[in-house]
Nanobody
Framework: QVQLVESGGGLVQAGGSLRLSCAAS????????MGWFRQAPGKEREFVAT????????YYADSVKGRFTISRDNAKNTVYLQMNNLKPEDTAVYYC????????????WGQGTQVTVFS
């Protein structure tokens, strides 16, 4: 089992920045990667970014490339999502999730944190 706790969401004006955090606990040694996803009202959950624990290789959705940065702090078992130049279309509930070596899927999810961007 892996437990995830997100923080850092909030209300921000377009063009502003926020940093989300996701603290992991439990069987984190069995995790392959951690990702961020988001879900806007009435829309499907979508991939935002992911980072592989062992290599720090990162991947981003095209919609956030150049604006968002995913990073990690191994000592704290924490992953961050720095979001710059936010747009109203970034408004969503943001979730972090852990992909496990054993399944290759995102098996554990946080509770979500709301990000609202107003123009």
């Amino acid at each position: 089992q892996v437990q995830l706790v997100e923080s850092g969401g909030g209300l921000v004006q377009a063009g502003g920045s926020l940093r989300l955090s996701c603290a992991a606990s439990g069987r984190t040694s069995s995790s392959y990667a951690m990702g961020w996803f988001r879900q806007a009202p009435g829309k499907e959950r979508e991939f935002v970014a992911t980072i592989i624990w062992s290599t720090s290789v990162t991947y981003y959705a095209d919609s956030v490339k150049g604006r968002f940065t995913i990073s990690r702090d191994n000592a704290k078992n924490t992953v961050y999502l720095q979001m710059n130049n936010l747009k109203p279309e970034d408004t969503a509930v943001y979730y972090c999730a852990v992909k496990m070596y054993s399944t290759g899927t995102y098996d554990y999810w946080g509770q979500g944190t709301q990000v609202t961007v107003f123009s």
